[in-house]
């Protein structure tokens, strides 16, 4: 029986940047789909609240969290540290232009533009930015055991997951979320009114 071998080779462009992020991006639109729409399929209720269940959190892992599987998918595939970067922010900044566009329908250009700084979109990002530290991680690691790789944890990836971290605190757990919001309706009355 052979023993595998890896090679480590830059794919093309599609291959190591759009199509992990098309996948992702997919997977949060169907799942926000059927997640708000299920219920028009009038099935009996246990199946309505299941798929509720299913959905809901793969909607949230997929917006909140895709780039602990994407970052590393593409880097994995040759791409740069830029270039897995933005193929990670696809899906968390198309749903917040999602829920600006949504908002657009009873509120001015620049209030939507300002429920982007919301404390569940800020998050989106916050959180993606430190699972791209932690896939960074991951990725080095894979790279270590071939050989390929010094150093696993270094000083970017460390700083993305702290970030993270600290965004966490003064968005959701500081006071409860209520400094924050505070905060963010100060800078609302203070450009809209």
Request: aromatic share 16%; with cysteine.
């Amino acid at each position: 029986m052979m023993a595998r071998t890896y090679e480590y080779g830059r794919q093309g462009l599609a291959r190591r940047m759009f199509i992990p992020a098309f996948v992702l991006l997919v997977t949060a639109a169907v799942s926000l789909a059927l997640y708000k729409n299920f219920w028009q399929f009038n099935l009996p209720y246990v199946l309505q609240k299941a798929a509720a269940f299913i959905f809901g959190p793969a909607a949230f892992l997929a917006i909140g969290c895709g780039a602990i599987v994407v970052y590393p998918v593409c880097r994995s595939r040759g791409a740069s540290v830029a270039e897995a970067f933005a193929a990670s922010m696809i899906t968390p900044l198309a749903w917040i232009l999602k829920e600006v566009v949504r908002v657009s329908e009873f509120f001015s250009w620049g209030e939507s533009l300002y429920y982007g700084l919301s404390s569940s979109l800020l998050l989106a990002i916050a959180a993606n930015i430190g699972f791209m530290g932690l896939g960074e991680m991951i990725h080095r690691s894979r790279l270590k055991k071939r050989g390929m790789a010094r150093a696993v944890v270094t000083p970017v990836p460390i700083a993305a997951v702290v970030f993270a971290l600290a965004a966490l605190y003064v968005i959701l757990i500081w006071g409860v979320g209520v400094h924050w919001f505070y905060i963010y309706q100060e800078g609302y009355k203070a450009i809209f009114h």
